[in-house]
C-alpha cells in the first residue's frame, strides 16, 4: 500500500526525490486551477492575467525539467509528456499575448487543455512512483 | 491498477464530502487521484455537472464524457444508454440544439438509472489503487455505493470511442463549486 511505503520510505535522496515529483504535481495542478480560473472570468481574460500565467508556466516547466533528471523509466517518461505538455501550454499563452478577441480566448482555452494534460501525465508519475514504492515494502 | 469509480449518494453534500475524502487519501498517498468530478441526477432525470462553465466546447465535452463514463461504469448494459445520456447532459448546458431531445434524455434517464437514481448525486474519479478498501470503507462510512471498473476494461469496450474524452472533463484538483464550499 502507497502510504506504507511513503511511512518506510529511506530518508535521503529517494524522499526527496519524490517530494519533487509531489511538489512538481501541486505547481501544475494550482497552474491548471489559475489558467482555469482565468479562462472562467465573466468579464473575459485580460492580457495581464496571460502574462502572469505565462510566467507560472515558465517557473513549472523549468521544475519538470529539473525533476526529469533523477528519475528512470516510466517516471521519466510521464514526466516528459507533461513538460510537452508544459511547453505546449507555454506557446498557447504567449500566442494569447500577442491576440485579441477570440482569439486570445482560443489560445488561453487551448492552454488549459495542455496543463490538464500536463497535470494528467505528472499523476500518472506520481502513481507510477507510489506504485513502485510500494511493490519495494512488499 | 488504474480504476475509474461512481460513489453514488442521496445527499450531494454527501458527494462533496466524499470528493474530499478522495483528495486527502491521495495526500496520504493511499492513492492517487489523476481527477474528479461531481454530478447530479435532477427530478427531470437530467444530469447536471458542477464546472466552473468555462468554454461551451469544453462544456458538451464535459457532458458526453460524463454520460459515457456513467453507462461504461454501469458495464456493457450500460454502454448504450452512457452515450446517450451524454447527449442529454450536452443538451441540458444548452451547447447543442440537436443533443437536446426529449427522447435521448428519456433512453439515458431509462438504461443508466441504475447508476444515478433521480435525486442522487456521485462524485465520478480516475483512481489508481493498489486495493480498493480505502476508497470503498470511505465512502460506505459517508453511506454511499461504489461503482468500479477498471479503466483497461473500458477502454476494451467494443462502443469504447475517444469522442467521449473521459479523462478530459475531470478537474485534476479538488474543485468546489461556491454553493458546496464551506
Known sequence: ?138 | MRNYIAAVFDDSRKAYEALHQLWELDGSGDITVHGTGVVHRDELGLIQVDTKETHPVLGTAIGVGVGALLGALAGPVGAAGGAGIGAATGGTLGMIADLDRADTRQEAADETGFVLGVGQSAVIADVSEDWTTPIDSRIHKLGGKVYRRPRSDIRDDAWYSPAYPYGYYLYPYEYVPPPYAC
Open chain 1, 1 to 138: 500500500m502507497a502510504q506504507q511505503a511513503t511511512a518506510s520510505a529511506k530518508p535521503g535522496n529517494e524522499a526527496k526525490v519524490k517530494d519533487a515529483i509531489e511538489h512538481l504535481r501541486s505547481a501544475t495542478q494550482d497552474l491548471h486551477k489559475s489558467i482555469s480560473d482565468a479562462a472562467a472570468k465573466r468579464s473575459g481574460v485580460t492580457k495581464a492575467d496571460v502574462a502572469a500565467l505565462a510566467e507560472k508556466t515558465k517557473s513549472v516547466v523549468r521544475s519538470a525539467k529539473a525533476t526529469i533528471d533523477t528519475q528512470k523509466g516510466n517516471v521519466a517518461k510521464h514526466l516528459t509528456d507533461a513538460v510537452k505538455h508544459l511547453e505546449a501550454t507555454q506557446a498557447n499563452l504567449s500566442d494569447s499575448l500577442k491576440a485579441t478577441g477570440t482569439t486570445l480566448d482560443t489560445s488561453v482555452k487551448k492552454g488549459l487543455m495542455e496543463a490538464r494534460a500536463s497535470a494528467q501525465k505528472i499523476s500518472e508519475a506520481v502513481a507510477e512512483k507510489r506504485a513502485a514504492n510500494s511493490a519495494k515494502t512488499k
